[in-house]
Every structure is written in C-alpha cells, then in structure tokens.
C-alpha cells in the first residue's frame, strides 16, 4: 500500500508539472487540450517553458551552460548552492542536493512534454504545418533531456508516453537500449524539422541545429560513424561559418551578427530578460556588478599552447616556468581572447590581485581566488549595468568541425577534410600555421587524440563542454584528483601558485548517484554503483 501511495503521488506530480504554466491562460475554466491551444503562439509557449526552464534561463546558475565549466579542471565556482563546486571537489554523495535538483528538473519536463506529444493529434491548431513543426519541437526537446540524463546517470527510467501506475514501477531501461532508440528517433525528427532558421524564435530547434546535438551526443557516446557522417552533413550544407574574429563572437562585437551560432541562446528565448554574463564571469570593479562566480584555473591557463601550435612544456623556444609566469608570452590567441588576470587592463585600470587594498585582491569574497578571470562573454558594456542583452551560442560551428575531426581520429582515418576542419579553428585563431598546420608532420593515433583533445578545451574552453569530455575519455580520475590552482608567481626564486582548493574524484563518480529522495519517490530506480 505504501509503495502504491509513492507511486500515486509520483504521477500526481508529473501530471501537475505537465500543466502548471498554462493556469494563468486568459480562460481559467480550459480543461482541456481543445481549450488550452487554439493558436500558433499557444504551441509556441510550450515549447519556450521547457527551453527556458532548463536550457536558456539567465538567473539559474545551476543550469547556466557557461557555469558548467565549474564542475570541471577549467574552472572554481565559488558559490556551492550553484552545485558546480562540490561536484568539481567530490565533496558529495547520495544525499547531495545537486543530485535532486538536476534530475527533478529533467524528469519533470519529460513528464510534461510526454503529456502534449501524446496529444499531439488532437487539432488544436487548423494548420497541420504548424502541428508537425511545433510536435517535432517537443519531441526534439526530449530526446535532449534523455541524452542528459543518460550521460549522467545512465541507466534511466525512460517513457515516450505519460506514465502509468504500472510503468512507473519499472526497472530503468539501460542506456545502450535507450540510446539505441533516441539515436535512429531523432534523426527521423530532425528530417522533419523546417531545414532554416526561423524568423523568430530562432532558439528552437531546426533541423540542422537538431543534427548538430545529435552529432554532439554521438560523439559523447563513441558512435564515430554517426557523430562523423552527420557533422559533415552540416559542413556540407554550406549554411554556418567560421566567424573571422574569435573574440567578437562573444561580446557585443559579434554575438548578434555571426554565422557561426547554431544553437542559440538568444533574448528571444528568456523573453528579453536582462542577461548576466557580466556579474556572473567578471571582477568586481569600484561599483561595477561583477561577482566572479567563475573563475579560471592554472590548469586551463597552461592548456593553451604556443603560437606555433605546441604545448608549453615541450616548446623549444621558452621554458615551461617561463611560460607559467608569463601567460601571453607566445601564446595560442585564444588566452588573450578568453581570459585576463594580473597585470592586464580591465576598464582602465591594471589588474593587481596581489594588492590588499584593490577590490581586485584573490583573498576578497567577490574577487577571483585563482587571480584569473573569464574574458568570454564579459563585455564591458555592462560593466555598470543591472544586466546586459548578449546572444550566446550552445553549440557553433566550430564544434562541428572539431567533432568530424575527433570522431575521424577515433576511427583511425584521418582524412583531409578532418586536417583541414583542424586547420580552420587553428587559422581563424590566428595560430602561426607554418608551423600550427596539423598536415605538415605525421602523427601517430595518439597524438591526433592529444591534439583533438587540447584544441577542443582551448577553443571552447568557458563553454560548458569539458565536463562531458573529461568524463567520456575517462581522464576526470587525474584531472579532478589534483589541487585547483591559480596564478603562478616567483616566491623566494620558486614558483609559487595560488591554491584554491584539494579536489578528489572515485572511479565511480563518472556516474552521478540518485538522490536517496529519488529513491524513495521512484522504487524501481537501482543506485548507481558505489554510492
């Protein structure tokens, strides 16, 4: 009786979250479908809750793509209710809110988008266009939750359907079984999406940006003939670019203006809420709004290579420490364009984190602990706003053009077109390719995966990609067991790093334990090992 009281309260739930933002509609008595969508913007609002709920919304830091990168050897978050910090320091377990937080929210849009794609057929809207489109929309957006919560927690409850007493109670499907549905769905879903970007809305997906998180997620998977044959669909498809200016793409430069953006994360889609990219990435600076909830690590600065395309510790032309102590010295232009720390200008004025008396110092609550900060999306624009109105990117071409290349090095064929998707990034980063040019020596298997796997952090380093990384290529075991450092300094003729913070991480955290609160709610779920 009491599992069947759990389970009740647990279909109650979904039920209320399939309907709870359409209660404040114009008629309060609507019960049903009929009622509730008689328009195009009626199917439009479905679609923006689920993407602003969980991908797009600019005042959750626990969701923010750019905060992601605090779970990871790239970044410190400094504020643990954001739930990056404990999961960066394995400071967790069973019991850790985080855990609750992020499979609650997964699990309550697939309850609710199980609840509208089932009736789908019902003709709420006359254009039968409109219903394809807005339909594939949803289902779209839930093969995205499922493709998170497998990577996560892998073996998964999984329903295309609204639950029932009797499948609620249900073992989870493993995730090969699971993925081995989503993968050949969505690419059927993708076939029917419109092919351009819409006039507005332009954050919902179409059908090459659906491709291109299907690629995204293929690769994830270690699919390589998938992950490789759909991103050279979307190269072929001659409709995204290169942005000339790697750091116009994301500040005010470029970030409204560029072809390089496939998934987007517009104003459109938080409805013009002011964004935060400022407060969340910046310094504090006199009055200004920074918060420096993300900061940068040593480890991520000493990932960029040279100029010339090489790592720091076998460049022939400096030392390593030299090039610890002088991180621009040489350097890959994607440090310069992606982060900034002592002795740089910002707003004027050189930054000092040495200084006690500078808001700047690394020991303040709202400076830097690492004496670095993310260049990325801080615009000084916004410098002495109350929020700013950037564009960001979830997924660009340059990614597109790095997965060919890393699914084509894991197959072992690395063709022309993988070197010169390579080449692309490196060129448009303004790398010195006569010597950066990835054709001009040969390399063995290993190389190429060293290569594809430092131009991936580098280039999208503060875009909340690396946590998926490390944990697909099973390195978060060295990466995450080492202390967080900051800038390095000569103390007494030694180098001395700021130590932010011991971290540690088991073999059995590359999966995420279910909440002892899930457990309990959900009784055919089994606890992830080790937890």
Known sequence: MKKLITVILLLTTVLWYGCESFLNKTDPTATSFEEFFNTEEDLRRVVYSSYVDVFTSVGDRAILFYMEDGKTDNAYSRIDGDHHQRIANGNFNANTAAFLYYYELQMKHLGRLNTFIANVHVPYVENEEVRVKFKSILEALRVWHYFKLTSRWANVPFYLEPATIESAIQPPKSKEEILNTLFPLAEEIANRLPENEYGSDAYMFNRYSFKALIMRYALYNGRF?????????????????????????????ADKVNKEFIMKFDMESHANSATNSFRDLAPQYRTGNGQSYLVPTKSLVDSYWTLQGRPIATCPLHTKSVYELNPKLNRDPRYAASIFGQGDIFYGDKIDVYNPSSPLYFENQRSSKSGFWFKKLVDETDAFKTGGNMHFSLLRYAEVLLTYAEAKIMLNDVDDLAKSAINAVRSRAGLDMSVANVGLTAKTQEEWIALIRNERRTELAGEGIRYDDILRWQIAEKVLNEPALGHTRLVNDKLESLKIEDRSFKSYNYLWP???NSLRVEPGLVQNPGY
Do not use: T
């Open 225 to 253: 003939e998938l992950a490789a044959r759909i991103a050279k669909e979307i190269m072929d498809s001659g409709k995204y670019q290169l942005h000339p200016v790697y750091s116009d793409l994301f500040s005010y430069k």
């Open 514 to 516: 279910f909440h002892e």
